[in-house]
């Protein structure tokens, strides 16, 4: 009869924890960001491995949103690609299992799917395409088989994957890097741009384009002015006022898209 009793009182306090968080999840829905350290960068917090000041863009965008109306959480993590942000445990499958219907997922990959799909120190880098193909490789990292994908499939299967679960998903191409030839800044429009387009296209994603955002508003600054204003350390990464600037960026793209019902959180329209 104690069991019995032990049992009831379990199973009662479950039901009120699941009562609880629906009714939680009800009230304020949730704004998901995923991505490499162009989004966030370290700790989030301006220091990282003796880089001060250095700043993803998503450290900013909670600004823009009234967050008495919906929660902002940024779960990007640097040094990942689409595949690895995938593939490595609790990163991709964290965020999945908190996805709830209501809720938006934005992400922005392809800074290091560049990088060797195979080598001793990332192992981190996608086939450069929105293809179905796949190579296998014996990952050297992790000595484990491993079925490499495009970049713009792991694009796809994000997409796919929160779609299911009731989440509007927006997808957005690499950034740009300080990257300049004869005044004009690079863009990735017949790379990364095409292919993450190319994906959000084929799963029924919103896309922004980011990075032509930023590189209008790079070449209309102009090479000087930006490598002085928005860079520090390096080419990839940007300090406070470009990272600034790339939340803005985004934020314009929400606000080109007025069927996006996240606008409706945003605190000016």
């Not at 922005?108 to 560049?114: K, V």
């Not at 863009?187 to 959000?200: P, Q």
Request: overall charge positive; glycine content about 8%; aromatic content about 10%.
């Amino acid at each position: 009869m104690k069991n019995i009793k032990v049992k009831l009182s379990f199973a009662a306090l479950l039901l009120l924890l699941c009562i609880c968080s629906a009714f939680k999840h009800q009230s304020k829905p949730t704004f998901y960001l995923i991505g490499d350290s162009t989004v966030k960068n370290g700790r989030d917090d301006g220091q990282n491995k003796g880089a001060t000041g250095l700043w993803g863009w998503g450290h900013f965008i909670g600004s823009y949103f009234d967050q008495s109306k919906i929660n902002v959480e940024n779960d990007a993590l640097g040094g990942t690609s689409s595949r690895t942000f995938m593939n490595r445990k609790g990163l991709w499958d964290k965020v999945l299992s908190k996805l709830q219907p209501g809720d938006y997922l934005i992400m922005q990959f392809g800074t290091n799917d560049a990088s060797p799909i195979n080598d001793s120190t990332r192992a981190r880098g996608t086939i450069k395409n929105n293809s179905d193909s796949s190579v296998a490789i014996v990952n050297m990292i992790t000595k484990q088989n491993e079925v490499v994908h495009s970049y713009g499939w792991y694009i796809r299967q994000f997409v796919t994957q929160a779609k299911a679960k009731g989440v509007t998903v927006i997808v957005c191409p690499p950034v740009p890097k300080n990257s300049w030839t004869d005044g004009k800044v690079h863009r990735n429009a017949d790379s990364y741009g095409k292919w993450a387009a190319e994906a959000a296209a084929q799963t029924g994603a919103y896309y922004i384009d980011l990075n032509k955002l930023i590189c209008d508003d790079y070449d209309s600054e102009g090479e000087e002015k930006v490598k002085a204003t928005y860079y520090g350390a390096d080419a990839t990464h940007t300090i406070e006022a470009g990272a600034k600037l790339g939340a803005q960026m985004v934020i314009n793209g929400i606000k080109a898209q007025p069927n996006l019902k996240l606008n409706n959180y945003l605190l000016v329209k």
